[in-house]
């Protein structure tokens, strides 16, 4: 009598998406960080988990019909479908495809200088450290 409200609540949560950090962290790292429309990269707390094919449309939940976008994208696509998010996406970018090249190449270089800086500074200390 007690645990019967328990056994009813599986049932319920069937009807909606279910997906966990652990499957958001998994699409991260797939995607690389990046924003699977505009392929911005962008921290994992501001994309979104998205159906690739709606949930309402019989999509399902596991990873390989999710992707993870960011707010606009994720606006964007809306109830379309994949097909049409991605025309919508090469309207776009190839009108700005030429600044967005510009600006990868820019990323790397401070990505390389931020790297180094990190490994250098640390050790110094250490090694005086260990010297004495
Ligand atoms: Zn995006």
Do not use: W
């Amino acid at each position: 009598m007690l645990f019967g409200g328990l056994f009813d609540e599986p049932k319920q949560q069937r009807a909606r998406p279910s997906f966990n950090t652990k499957d958001k962290e998994f699409l991260y790292e797939r995607q690389k960080g990046r924003c699977a429309g505009c392929r911005e990269k962008l921290p994992m707390k501001v994309l979104q988990v998205d159906h690739v094919k709606a949930f309402s449309k019989g999509g399902s939940d596991k990873p390989s019909n999710l992707q993870l976008l960011c707010g606009p994208c994720n606006a964007s696509k809306g109830s379309g479908t994949q097909a049409q998010f991605k025309k919508k996406l090469q309207s776009q970018s190839s009108a700005k495809s030429s600044t967005s090249a510009k600006a990868k190449k820019t990323n790397a270089t401070v990505k390389k200088t931020a790297t180094k800086k990190r490994t250098s500074k640390p050790k110094d200390p250490f090694a005086d450290f260990f010297r004495i």
